[in-house]
């Protein structure tokens, strides 16, 4: 099984700030990585896939980098809306795996 | 617009059953795998099952492999979660996600339902 680790677990930003976000695989995922947000009581919404391909309906400061085992999401210019909770997810291989999550709150 | 309505959560002894549904509409469901992902209390996303477009090949997670069964009726747009023997550590809120791309199984989820939560207590 593929360990998906993410830093930091948590995230203090203030508005307009960028934020960086890092997800590390245990071995090569290439380019299958997914990148997803939850807030609070909501179901997880899809933001990136394939490392770097935004999702319909993201804004663009949300980016997404990498291959291989390290990968990046950049939120350019926080928003209100943007304090959430951010998952990476690979799907290079059986069983799909979920990084524990970082959360971005307001500093 | 892609909605997909859970249902079928509830509370459940140990070692009791359950099933879980979730209504497709919006896309032609048969077109699409079909996956659910649960989430613990206060706990991050795991990954529990998927079914193929057809329902001809599923796959699980080796948590509930063996307990769960995935499966889906195309004719009702309708994916289901059969759950047997359940433990305290598959309480969780339960969601179905539907795939981005129709045809194949990429692994990513591009819609999610709301999810339902099953809790497992005496």
């Known amino acids: 099984e593929i360990v998906m680790t993410q830093s930091p677990a948590t995230l203090s930003v203030s508005p307009g700030e960028r934020a960086t976000l890092s997800c590390r695989a245990s071995q090569t995922v290439s380019s299958n990585l997914a990148w997803y947000e939850q807030k609070p009581g909501q179901a997880p919404r899809l933001l990136i896939y394939?490392?770097?391909i935004r999702a319909t309906g993201v804004p663009a400061r949300f980016s997404g980098s990498g291959s291989g085992t390290e990968f990046t999401l950049t939120i350019s210019s926080l928003q209100s809306e943007d304090f959430a909770v951010y998952y990476c997810?690979?799907?290079?291989?059986?069983?799909?795996?979920f990084g524990p999550g970082t959360k971005v709150d307001i500093k | 617009e892609v909605q997909l309505l859970d249902s079928g959560g509830d509370l459940v002894q140990p070692g009791g059953s359950l099933r879980l549904s979730c209504a497709a509409s919006?896309?032609?469901?048969?077109?699409?795998?079909m996956s659910w992902v649960r989430q613990a209390p206060g706990k991050g996303l795991e990954w529990v099952s998927t079914i193929s477009d057809s329902g001809g090949s599923t796959y699980y997670a080796d948590s509930v492999k063996g307990r769960f069964t995935i499966s889906r009726d195309n004719s009702k747009n309708t994916l289901y979660m059969e759950m047997n023997s359940l433990r305290a550590e598959d309480t969780a809120v339960y969601y179905c996600?539907?795939?981005?791309?129709?045809?194949?199984?990429?692994?990513?989820?591009?819609?999610w339902g709301q999810g339902t939560l099953v809790t497992v207590s005496s």
């Open positions: 997810q690979q799907y290079n291989n059986w069983p799909r795996t």
């Open positions: 996600a539907k795939e981005r791309i129709s045809m194949i199984i990429v692994g990513y989820f591009a819609s």
């Open positions: 394939g490392a770097s």
């Open positions: 919006g896309f032609t469901f048969s077109n699409y795998a």
